[in-house]
């Protein structure tokens, strides 16, 4: 393939590029293979790629770059929570996380984020398609909550996000998750968005007094949207203020 000239550079960096983006987080090993360039070719692909600001390396490895700002701590009684920029390696904590959260039944939104995240194996994306981004509370180097918002890159659609949010148990009534709520918020004011959306079945009560907490109202209401243990159960959609 080092045989190819240069016309072909431009196809052959987006494919490295969105290798490295299906798989989440790539050595530079495993891309020579899967690529089968020639190693200084690719070396000066990766350079370029992260260079531009669209792969960033982390302990020898690549990944997607998104700027979605620092880590902040912030000391809440007899713990320290930071509020930072999710990392590949974090997947394992945010998807056992979501599965917690989920186990009711009753946050169907997230359940499918952990779904998609089981499917792809990756974390973040920022393509044609869609860009998602996932800020992360964590305890004593542990994941304890997250915060997602998936943005479609759409003209009709890319002033809006769907945002999930969740804390394992022990964590929650401390105001981590309004801290996750307030970085999403921010971040999305920073990328111009205008609108932030959820939606929950109206038995997650819990969910739906948390956003009326923060701010959010209710757009609407789809009966019968969803049905649990065989009942149909209301669709509550809610929209956040920015």
């Known amino acids: 393939m080092d045989s190819l000239g240069p016309v072909d550079l431009e196809a052959e960096r987006q494919r490295v590029y969105e290798y490295v983006e299906r798989h989440g987080r790539v050595s530079r090993d495993e891309l020579q293979t899967a690529m089968e360039y020639e190693s200084r070719r690719l070396g000066h692909h990766l350079s370029m790629l992260t260079r531009d600001g669209y792969l960033e390396r982390h302990d020898g490895a690549f990944e997607i770059a998104l700027d979605t700002g620092d880590e902040?701590?912030?000391?809440?009684?007899?713990?320290?929570?930071?509020?930072?920029?999710?990392?590949?390696?974090?997947?394992?904590?945010?998807?056992?996380?979501?599965?917690?959260?989920?186990?009711?039944?009753?946050?169907?939104?997230?359940?499918?984020?952990?779904?998609?995240?089981?499917?792809?194996?990756?974390?973040?994306?920022?393509?044609?398609?869609?860009?998602?981004?996932?800020?992360?509370?964590?305890?004593?180097?542990?994941?304890?909550?997250?915060?997602?918002?998936?943005?479609?890159?759409?003209?009709?659609?890319?002033?809006?996000?769907?945002?999930?949010?969740?804390?394992?148990?022990?964590?929650?009534?401390?105001?981590?998750?309004?801290?996750?709520?307030?970085?999403?918020?921010?971040?999305?004011?920073?990328?111009?968005?205008?609108?932030?959306?959820?939606?929950?079945?109206?038995t997650n009560t819990a969910a739906i007094e948390f956003f009326e907490a923060c701010g959010a109202a209710v757009e609407a209401v789809r009966e019968g949207h969803y049905r649990i243990d065989g009942d149909p159960v209301d669709e509550v959609m809610m929209e956040l203020p920015l």
Not at 81 to 109: F, L
């Open 72 to 202: 902040e701590e912030y000391e809440l009684g007899e713990f320290t929570a930071t509020i930072r920029p999710a990392r590949q390696d974090d997947i394992g904590g945010i998807v056992g996380t979501i599965r917690q959260v989920v186990e009711a039944g009753t946050y169907i939104e997230a359940e499918s984020v952990a779904q998609q995240l089981d499917y792809e194996g990756s974390l973040l994306r920022h393509n044609e398609f869609e860009s998602r981004v996932f800020f992360v509370a964590e305890v004593e180097d542990d994941v304890v909550g997250w915060v997602h918002l998936d943005v479609p890159e759409l003209d009709k659609l890319d002033h809006t996000a769907e945002v999930t949010i969740g804390l394992v148990e022990e964590y929650r009534g401390n105001g981590i998750g309004r801290l996750l709520i307030e970085r999403a918020l921010a971040w999305a004011r920073e990328e111009g968005l205008t609108k932030l959306y959820n939606n929950f079945p109206a």
